[in-house]
């Protein structure tokens, strides 16, 4: 990846352009983190109503949120020391922590009460300050973002893990999962057509990737209620699925999995490393894995009343 910059001096248009590539790629890449920056102030507001609406937070991985705010806590401190990236990013910075503590407050109030929720947080919250201790007096912004990647890069797997075991994506807001792949889109735009860190562009695979993953999952799962769990909000009265709605999903099915393909290519030619193929491969290993995994292993009393389920939906879906 080239170092060479070809940017415009007080020109948003025309930041961190890649020399090597046309510049009319370089005016998309920086309106595509302009929309992404607006997608990720955005795109955990519809789940926080959401969960403050039903006093809920059914269907959503603690694990996901714990490492997504983990990462964007640890990522703050890198993007102020390391400097000269697009302004966008700076507020991304600033932003996200704070909408993502949020929502870790909401697991803690809506959680039923339970010892493991406390200690949970004894151990979360100083690991925290230490973490900001360490940020703030050791000049190690470099390595530890690589911290940061390896949350990014694994933080939606806790959560498609659990919409495997629960074959359903109920209890997730669907505008925030549309807000998350329009600008996952775009942020992985962004990081590989314009001079970015390398640590963002490897983080900015996997991460669109697994998100991807998931949006596909949503349109898989649509309208099928979890397993052995009853709904703490509201239920669709109407469970059985137009033709238009079906021909939305294959459509979605075409676009998201070309994304896929087009996300692994990327990775190669902009980081000139052909054994970043092992990206895709250990990503799609642990997914498929965990699915054979949960279809044979699972408790049987719940893999029996899975199957149950999916042929009455698959009837009447189709």
Not at 14 to 22: A, G, H, L, M, N
Not at 199 to 209: E, G, L, N, P
Request: proline share 4%.
């Amino acid at each position: 990846m080239t170092s060479d910059s070809c940017s415009v001096d007080g020109n948003p248009i025309y930041q961190s352009c890649d020399c090597d590539i046309p510049r009319f790629f370089c005016a998309l890449a920086n309106i595509s983190g302009y929309c992404s920056t607006v997608a990720w102030f955005l795109v955990l507001l519809p789940q926080v109503i959401r969960n403050f609406r039903h006093r809920t937070v059914q269907g959503i991985s603690l694990g996901w949120a714990i490492l997504n705010f983990t990462a964007a806590f640890n990522n703050a401190f890198f993007v102020f020391k390391f400097g000269g990236m697009p302004w966008y990013v700076y507020g991304s910075a600033v932003y996200m922590p704070i909408l993502e503590i949020l929502l870790l407050i909401q697991f803690y109030i809506f959680t039923p009460a339970s010892r493991a929720k406390n200690i949970a947080a004894i151990l979360l919250v100083p690991a925290w300050i230490g973490l900001a201790i360490i940020q703030s007096v050791f000049d190690v912004y470099k390595q530890l973002e690589w911290l940061s990647i390896v949350l990014w890069s694994a933080e939606t797997f806790p959560q498609i893990f659990l919409n495997i075991k629960r074959r359903s994506t109920y209890g997730l807001a669907n505008m925030s999962v549309t807000i998350t792949a329009v600008g996952k889109t775009t942020d992985f735009m962004q990081n590989y057509l314009l001079i970015m860190p390398i640590q963002y562009v490897i983080m900015a695979f996997f991460s669109s990737t697994v998100a991807q993953v998931q949006t596909l999952q949503v349109l898989w799962y649509w309208k099928k209620r979890p397993i052995n769990e009853a709904c703490d909000g509201p239920v669709d009265a109407e469970s059985r699925i137009t033709t238009q709605c079906n021909v939305l999903r294959v459509l979605g099915y075409i676009l998201f999995g070309s994304e896929l393909v087009i996300f692994i290519v990327a990775l190669i030619l902009r980081t000139s490393r052909w054994w970043l193929i092992a990206a895709p491969i250990v990503t799609y290993t642990i997914i498929v894995a965990f699915y054979l995994y949960d279809r044979q292993l699972s408790p049987t009393p719940v893999r029996i009343a899975a199957e149950k389920d999916e042929n009455q939906e698959r009837i009447a879906d189709f």
